[in-house]
């Protein structure tokens, strides 16, 4: 059984930081594709950053120079370093792990960006 845990979500003032992080357990094979989305309410689940297991990243357009993303791949974890927050930057952040003919989805995880 799989089991995908995130942490670190919660409330910040624009112009902070926050640590997303995601870790699968369980017997699972080598991930292919780490990824973070995000769904803000009444909007459709965007993706906000991809790592595969070379290390190549890619980023949604508004998060570019303010987002990392990076991965552990002993650990099968996953982190978001979110900077210079924004409001627009609230939603729901769910991790994403693709390997061979799996598809894995953490729980979300609240972000609220606000003064």
């Known amino acids: 059984q799989v089991q995908v845990v995130e942490s670190g979500g919660g409330l910040v003032q624009p112009g902070g930081s926050l640590r997303l992080s995601c870790a699968a357990s369980?017997?699972?094979?080598?991930?292919?594709?780490m990824a973070w989305y995000r769904q803000a309410p009444g909007n459709q689940r965007e993706l906000v950053a991809s790592?595969?297991?070379?290390?190549?990243?890619h980023y949604e357009d508004s998060v570019k120079g303010r987002f990392a993303i990076a991965r552990d791949n002993a650990k099968n974890t996953v982190y978001l370093q979110m900077n210079s927050l924004k409001p627009e930057d609230t939603a729901v952040y769910y991790c994403n792990f693709v390997g061979v003919g799996v598809l894995y989805w953490g729980q979300g995880t609240q972000v609220t960006v606000s003064s």
């Open positions: 790592i595969t297991s070379g290390g190549l990243t």
């Open positions: 369980g017997t699972i094979p080598s991930m292919i594709i």
